[in-house]
């Protein structure tokens, strides 16, 4: 991906990341937590312009599940609501045990995509994932047995290399997350989204979360430099300024600002032909 993609005016592909594991109602009273509000936000992203949703699955009393039988609930619910989209189901987990990791990736049918973090990571006071070399692979080597593309979650330079290290091992085309914002996560600026696109091999699409307030401005980016991008309440709660938003406002923006710069939102075909998936 490059900035002559952008002048040529490849499709953008927008994931909407629903609900995350961390916060819940408490931060946002609209939060989607069950099957059916993580089945309704869902749709309503993909009319407007979502071609993946990035999937977490929630104990009845709000904290995040790793069981493949909720993450089947979320996913059923989530397909039966939805037209054409594609499904990721998040592996990522702090502090979670390792065999857990795996049961979202065992639903019936498998997604087409996961997520897949490269390194040890911290974020807020609490959350530490150690995410080691043993754990990355055999997530992978369970994704490549199912027929699951990976996203490879690139918190830090230190994932990168990770990251880089295992492009032959990947199914054309490799597809990282670029991730900005604290802890352990990239430093939110500019230059350094520029410096990640420039050493990229060719061939690697990529796409960009920039948490919180950096979540505008870094995804724009994104858009200009012929990436991808992610938006949605697990990434930021807020649609400006003091004013909450929703999962459908976020994506609808996302959407207009891709098809203003001269960008078309992919749909979920051209999705899955960009980014070689088996379908749904």
Do not use: W
Request: proline share 7%; net charge negative.
């Amino acid at each position: 991906m490059t900035y002559d993609d952008y002048r040529d005016g490849k499709p953008v592909v927008i994931t909407a990341a629903l609900t995350g594991g961390v916060h819940g109602k408490e931060a946002h009273p609209d939060l989607p937590e069950t099957p059916e509000e993580i089945a309704a936000a869902a749709a309503a992203c993909e009319d407007a312009g979502a071609s993946v949703l990035h999937l977490h699955a929630r104990r009845d009393d709000g904290e995040r599940a790793f069981s493949t039988e909720r993450f089947q609930e979320v996913a059923d619910a989530v397909r039966d609501a939805t037209d054409d989209a594609v499904l990721q189901h998040s592996t990522g987990g702090t502090g979670a045990p390792d065999a857990l990791r795996h049961e979202p990736l065992r639903t019936d049918p498998a997604p087409e995509m996961a997520s897949l973090d490269m390194g040890p990571l911290n974020r807020y006071e609490r959350l530490t994932s150690e995410n080691t070399r043993g754990l990355v692979a055999s997530l992978h080597a369970e994704m490549r047995e199912r027929g699951i593309k990976p996203e490879l979650e690139v918190f830090n330079d230190g994932h990168l290399n990770e990251s880089l290290a295992i492009l032959d091992d990947l199914a054309d085309p490799p597809y990282l997350n670029f991730l900005f914002g604290g802890g352990t996560t990239s430093p939110p600026h500019p230059r350094n989204l520029m410096n990640r696109v420039e050493i990229l091999p060719e061939g690697v699409e990529f796409n960009v979360i920039g948490f919180g307030p950096h979540q505008l401005p870094l995804t724009t980016q994104s858009i200009l430099l012929g990436g991808h991008v992610r938006v949605g309440l697990e990434d930021n709660r807020y649609y400006e300024k003091g004013e909450l938003a929703t999962n459908e406002q976020l994506v609808a923006r996302a959407a207009r600002i891709a098809e203003e710069l001269g960008r078309p939102v992919s749909t979920p075909a051209e999705t899955r032909e960009m980014l070689g998936l088996r379908g749904r």
